[in-house]
């Protein structure tokens, strides 16, 4: 071929937009042939069961809950790779490039995202140039103070009286929504709280045995439905439940789905209309995180927030390698606050979370 | 914030494009920006250094003015380098000469073990094999359960029993063999890597049936974790690749690229959708593209070199400048495409098309009607559509057998093209590049350098 190169490229330039010319035209000319008629919705099934639970015992139980879990114990060993960076950051004698180098490469590894520790360097830069740090070991102290800094919100899960408190778990496939639900039932359980657990998760195989299982080992009682039946019907008739016998509180397990699936997005936009329903209130709805969740978990709390409106968030797998480092681009960039973390398989290791602890897990500080 | 990897990466090449040579200034502008692109789509800090320097190396001083433009130069160089990291290859499934073959799922918790292991034994099934599941995951509640249930779906027994899930997996092995199922598919419980009494556990479960192929099973959206611990993973298990899973999300995938580079072993299957049948083997060169974001314009430009007429084009184009672009042209141009391949295939390849018309189903089938409406014309009626009236369109519908309905979407949307076309040579870059075809058009130059490394 010995023709122009330059023509060579346009005339692919040239493909491109005939491509799209014509798939815009093929693709039009078929939407405007073959709009299919819309199915009819289907039928709303009558959940079937509601299933009692091994009535829990009526005495009160004096439970004693163990002490809470320190984060940094449970991370002990998670954090050798990132104790690391900073080992060799403060065992340098002055603050250099490799330094500010060091201290990137350990916030991109805990996984905080590029534009916040873009963000929390450029206010240490400008800190260091003023004149107020002279030491490495000052500046990841600064370091952690800056992070805690970023990390000032309202933690507390809200519970309101006279209504019946739904408290709506979403998230992405595999988080861990419905074991947190199950850890969260036994604490609010045994903190005198009546509870009613929701086995929304009509599609995931197994999903509501799952969910009765922890109902059974809790002791409260889990409406159920008909797998594949309607997600929104089981939280109704859950929430009715709940008003009946005078409970505070609906745990609402919802099937995890990708943020980017349009119409599971708008099934639980219709999940939470229905759960607010009176006497039903939504009063918190958590996003459920995995630890190890990288950059997209920004995208899912955005797009999360957007269709059921988040009140705060829950990170799951903290025990692991993964640092969580998302919940601080989370909480930063989209004012939704980590309210719950998970470090461990057991219902004591679902806890408050602590900015400081977090933040000198995280960074290896505090050591 | 979201800005995707296609908008930066666009934004690197614009900077990029008219410049005959890259400096080794621009060369480093453009890599620090690449590098903040990978980081943002989780590749692994460590390969990206790698990866970084690689490319560093193969464009700076590299005579870039001779092939393509220096900004599409940039492209392929870094293309080509994530392919070389993802594993050109597809992993070929091979059978056990004893059946069964044994697969072995492990991973950490909600990576979606049990459900791979339904579509894993779904897929076998599509390729004619008899497998049977072991459901060795007893730690979390109704796990079994679940897998019962995706077992019944795809047809496949399900083994477990109430015990250690080393003897489980032993006994489904005996069972498997008992039954003469010629692939068995293990799914294990989820376990942190920092676990070692869990990780030993599965190590017994390994050691008990022998596996065949070991794969981790990774969640699409891990982060920078990714590698630690498929390195774990490896250390007890020695993988012998791994299953992606929920691909079908929006997350870029750097994980996998990672995984790959660091362990070394490929990934070979992908989990694409909720579906039993959304499961397939794992072509790296489409998640290459999936981490860059941007349509494949290199083989696009490929195959249109191959296939297109020059000649042919550079007319067309020129017609279509002049905003004479006619509906035999857009003939031409239409044979021209499909000799291309699949529509479907090609709407991939277009960078800026807006995500719901990529994603969209795109059906060949689709074009006949076009091409038959455009055929049953006359060629006057081709060259200027307004003299088509009412007696000419039914005409032209009961010639080409669709209804005259048709022959008008038709034609009101060739006029929308043709304004979107006329807008589009307007735009500097293509427009740029077909006032150069006009200008240049026919002058000789020398031969063309071989293409790929």
């Known amino acids: 071929m010995l023709n122009d190169l330059i023509l060579a490229g346009s005339s692919a330039a040239g493909a491109i937009v005939i491509a799209g010319g014509t798939y815009g035209l093929v693709r039009t000319h078929r939407r405007g042939r073959l709009a299919p008629p819309r199915p009819p919705a289907p039928p709303r099934p009558a959940p079937v069961a509601v299933e009692e639970a091994e009535a829990p015992p009526d005495e009160e139980m004096v439970v004693v809950l163990p002490e809470r879990p320190r984060l940094r114990e449970r991370l002990g060993k998670a954090r050798s790779l990132f104790g690391g960076y900073l080992t060799s950051v403060r065992s340098r004698d002055r603050i250099d490039e490799t330094t500010w180098e060091e201290l990137e490469e350990a916030l991109i590894l805990a996984d905080v995202g590029v534009e916040v520790t873009a963000g929390v360097l450029d206010d240490l830069r400008t800190r260091v140039k003023a004149g107020n740090v002279g030491t490495p070991e000052e500046l990841v102290g600064l370091l952690r103070d800056d992070l805690v800094g970023r990390l000032q919100a309202d933690r507390s899960l809200h519970l309101e009286p006279d209504v019946t408190n739904v408290w709506l778990f979403v998230g992405v496939n595999g988080v861990g929504k419905t074991t947190t639900i199950g850890k969260v039932g036994l604490q609010q359980a045994r903190g005198g709280r009546s509870v009613v657990m929701a086995a929304g998760d009509t599609f995931r195989a197994a999903a509501a045995d799952q969910l009765a299982m922890w109902g059974d080992r809790v002791g409260v009682e889990v409406v159920r439905g008909n797998e594949g039946g309607d997600p929104g019907a089981v939280i109704f008739d859950a929430v009715q439940h709940a008003a009946a016998g005078h409970a505070d509180l609906v745990l609402a397990d919802t099937a995890g789905r990708l943020h980017t699936k349009v119409n599971l997005m708008e099934e639980l936009k219709k999940v939470r209309r229905v759960a607010e329903r009176p006497p039903g209130k939504v009063t918190e709805s958590l996003l459920v995180l995995d630890a190890t ?26 025990d692991g390698t993964a640092k969580g480092g998302i919940a601080l681009a989370v909480e930063t960039e989209l004012g939704i606050p980590v309210k719950l973390i998970g470090v461990g398989e057991s219902a004591e290791d679902l806890v408050e979370f602590d900015p400081v602890e977090f933040v000198d897990a995280l960074v290896g500080a505090g050591d | 914030m979201f800005e995707s990897l296609s908008d930066r ?104 073990k049990t459900t791979a292991a339904g579509k894993l034994a779904a897929w ?73 009494e869990l990780m030993d556990e599965v190590r017994r479960v390994s050691a008990a049936t022998d596996p065949h192929y070991t794969f981790l099973v990774i969640d699409a959206m891990t982060g920078q974790d990714a590698v630690a611990t498929a390195e774990a993973f490896h250390k007890t298990l020695e993988l012998d690749g791994v299953i992606i899973t929920k691909i079908d999300g929006d997350a870029r995938g750097g994980a996998a690229l990672s995984v790959k580079e660091v362990v070394g ?58 905003g004479q672009f006619s509906l035999d042209d857009f003939l031409d141009q239409m044979q021209q495409l499909k000799k291309m391949g699949p529509l479907s295939g090609l709407v991939g390849m277009i960078p800026g098309l807006p995500k719901e018309m990529r994603n969209a189903e795109v059906d060949d089938d689709a074009m006949k009607p076009i091409e038959a409406i455009i055929r049953s014309m006359t060629p006057e009626e081709r060259r200027n559509p307004s003299i088509i009236n009412g007696s000419r369109r039914s005409r032209i519908a009961r010639g080409s057998g669709t209804t005259t309905a048709e022959v008008n979407s038709l034609l009101d949307r060739f006029k929308q093209m043709q304004a979107y076309m006329k807008g589009l040579s307007n735009l500097p870059g293509i427009g740029r590049r077909m006032s150069r075809v006009t200008a240049k058009a026919g002058r000789k130059s020398k031969k063309k350098n071989k293409r790929g490394r």
């Open chain 1, 293 to 318: 969740t990288g950059q997209n978990g920004l995208i899912q709390a955005k797009q999360f927030a957007e269709a059921v409106g988040l009140t705060g968030v829950v990170i799951t797998k903290l």
């Open chain 2, 9 to 112: 990466f666009d934004a690197i090449f614009t900077r990029l494009r008219g410049k005959g040579r890259l400096s080794e200034a621009d060369v480093d502008e453009a890599l620090r920006e690449i590098r903040l692109a990978l980081l943002q789509a989780d590749v692994n800090l460590r390969v990206v250094r790698d990866f970084v320097t690689r490319v560093r190396t193969q464009l700076v001083g590299a005579d870039l003015a001779q092939s393509l433009t220096p900004g599409q130069q940039v492209v392929k160089v870094v293309h080509d380098e994530l392919r070389t990291i993802l594993g050109g290859e597809t992993l070929r499934i091979t059978y056990a000469s004893r059946p069964p073959t044994v697969v072995l799922l492990a991973g950490l918790q909600g990576a979606g």
């Open chain 2, 124 to 196: 076998f099934r599509r390729q004619g094999r008899q497998p049977l599941l072991v459901g060795a995951d007893l730690q979390r509640p109704a796990a079994v359960e679940q897998l019962r249930i995706l077992g019944a779906e795809a047809g496949v027994p399900v083994f477990s029993e109430p015990a250690d899930p080393v003897s489980v997996a032993a006994r489904g092995l005996a069972e498997a063999r008992r039954l003469g199922r010629d692939v068995l598919v293990i799914d294990t419980a989820g376990r942190l890597s920092i676990d070692e």
């Open chain 2, 265 to 322: 072993r490929p990934i070979v299957f992908a989990s694409t959708g909720e579906k039993q049948g959304d499961f397939d083997l794992f072509h790296p060169d489409r998640m290459a593209d999936r981490i860059l974001g941007m349509g494949d314009v290199l083989s696009l430009i490929e195959k249109a070199e191959a296939v297109v007429d020059q000649a042919e084009a550079e007319r067309a184009m020129a017609r279509l400048q002049e």
